[in-house]
């Protein structure tokens, strides 16, 4: 196998900048390049041990006053012989040490190798491979606790238990029928049930766990809708912390959707701003009005604004009418800071009064936004994440119900064992005991390179 070699961070300046090598020749590579301040080579100095001293270009020059540490196999990231070095974060200084690695024997690390290989070489299955890059992508406290749940084995372990479970019932079965003149004791329909029942339990708790973990990971499609001049744009520069979206007393002004993603009660809102929803007869205006409709179809929540300090009106009602296309809704009752014309309790939807000009009520908006999206009974680091994973788990449910239904309809073992295989079959796709070689290179398509 090649060794390989990478920059592992960012491609901009910055303080510290690393290097990674993997590989069978990583360490005489990294010794071809780096000359230890102490004389000694660095496979001399004891392994995960920092050693100072100088990185060489390919003629032997000094590039850069760096830090060096050697794995052996094993003990590494990558189950293999591996080597980092850490320089100052210079792009030029990072890209002229690559290229004399690259000059010393290694080769371009290709997106995602590096985690490959730890999966390759059994260091991580596939749900943790997964959570690398849901760590190094998250974009919330939340998500990041799930990733590294995930990465530390807890997904895994619970997607073990069933596992073990049903290969446990399903080795004894084969036992059974392939050495009949042993004493074997034979398979019961309530050790079945027992098996079966506790397995359907536990996947049924995962898929469930999918939505919260897809809202973790992605955040949540969120449209800002209602008529014009309620304060759509001043929502949303009042919760992004920032003038993002223009904001006049003309109506009209927002002719086209504008996304922006931020925090709100703890849930990462993908938020749309779109034009205010009126008859017009301006075109441009008119396709932004349309995009508007189509946008809360898409979202999975929708904020319709109405204005506290004015009388509702017939787009009002409009607005109103749209929160119907979207999985969650919320009205937010803009303008408190000015007499209040109407009482929100005869509204149809939940709803919460905010000013967009003086912030007051946007610590409610956020509680009631964490309300529509609890955080769910399941632990971090055992939510699903992504549809691959939803899927597997989905047919590994779909079989065990199968099976558990052979069984209460009086099917011989052997039958009810076609579907408990089945589900092995899926959940070993999930942790990538079964996954085909195309599976495990789409999911490492996905990584940038140096990771």
């Known amino acids: 196998m090649d060794t390989i070699a990478a920059i592992s961070t960012a491609r901009a300046v910055s303080a510290i900048g690393i290097l990674r090598l993997s590989g069978p020749r990583a360490l005489p590579i990294a010794e071809a390049v780096f000359r230890p301040a102490d ?3 660095l ?33 590494s990231y990558t189950g293999e012989e591996s080597a980092e070095f850490h320089c100052h974060g210079s792009p030029v200084v990072l890209q002229e040490g690559l290229r004399s690695l690259f000059a010393a024997g290694a080769r371009q690390a290709a997106g995602g190798e590096f985690t490959k290989r730890a999966f390759l070489n059994g260091r991580m299955d596939l749900t943790e491979a ?53 004493d074997i004791e034979d ?21 469930a766990s999918f939505d919260r973990g897809r809202v973790l990971k992605s955040g949540v499609p969120t449209a800002i809708v209602g008529r014009p001049n309620v304060g759509k744009s001043s929502l949303l520069n009042a919760l992004v912390g920032y003038e993002r979206a223009i904001v006049t007393d003309i109506p009209g002004t ?9 925090l709100c009660g703890g849930v990462l809102l993908r938020l749309t701003d779109t ?6 007869a301006d075109t441009v205006e008119r396709i932004g009005v349309e995009r ?3 946008a809360a179809e898409r979202a999975q929540l929708c904020l319709i604004v109405l204005d506290g300090s004015a009388p509702l009106t017939a787009e009002d009602q409009a607005a109103l009418a749209l929160a119907g296309s979207a999985q969650k809704a919320l009205v937010v009752v803009n303008k408190a800071d000015l007499p209040q014309k109407w009482d929100a309790a005869g509204l149809p939807l939940p709803a919460v009064a905010v000013s967009a000009k003086t912030g007051a009520g946007l610590g409610d908006l956020e509680r009631a936004v964490a309300s529509l999206f609890p955080a769910g009974e399941a632990p971090r680091g055992q939510f699903l994440t992504n549809p691959r994973q939803a899927a597997a788990v989905e047919r590994a449910l779909s079989a065990v119900r199968g099976a558990r239904a052979a069984l209460e309809g ?36 996905r990584f940038c390179v140096g990771k």
């Open 39 to 41: 004389g000694r080579p």
């Open 43 to 75: 496979s001399a100095h004891p392994r995960r041990t920092m050693v100072y001293g100088t990185l060489l270009d390919g003629q032997g020059a000094p590039i850069d006053q760096i830090l060096a540490v050697a794995f052996d196999a094993g003990a």
């Open 130 to 182: 997964e959570a690398v890059i849901d760590l190094i992508e998250a974009e919330t406290a939340d998500a990041a606790r799930n990733a590294v749940g995930q990465l530390s084995g807890l997904l895994r372990r619970e997607i073990e238990g069933v596992y073990d479970g049903l290969m446990a019932v399903a080795s004894r079965f084969y036992a059974v029928v392939d050495y009949p003149d042993e």
């Open 187 to 207: 398979l019961e329909a309530a050790d079945l049930e027992g098996t079966l029942g506790k397995a359907e339990g536990r996947l049924a708790a995962l898929l």
């Open 254 to 262: 927002t002719r086209d959707t504008v996304e922006e993603k931020v």
């Open 275 to 280: 034009a205010g929803l009126r008859e017009t």
């Open 292 to 294: 508007s409709r189509r």
């Open 410 to 445: 009086g099917l011989t073992p052997d039958a009810v064992l076609t579907d408990a295989e089945a589900a092995l079959s899926a959940l070993g796709e999930l942790t990538g005991k079964t996954a085909r070689e195309d599976l495990v290179a789409q999911i490492f398509s």
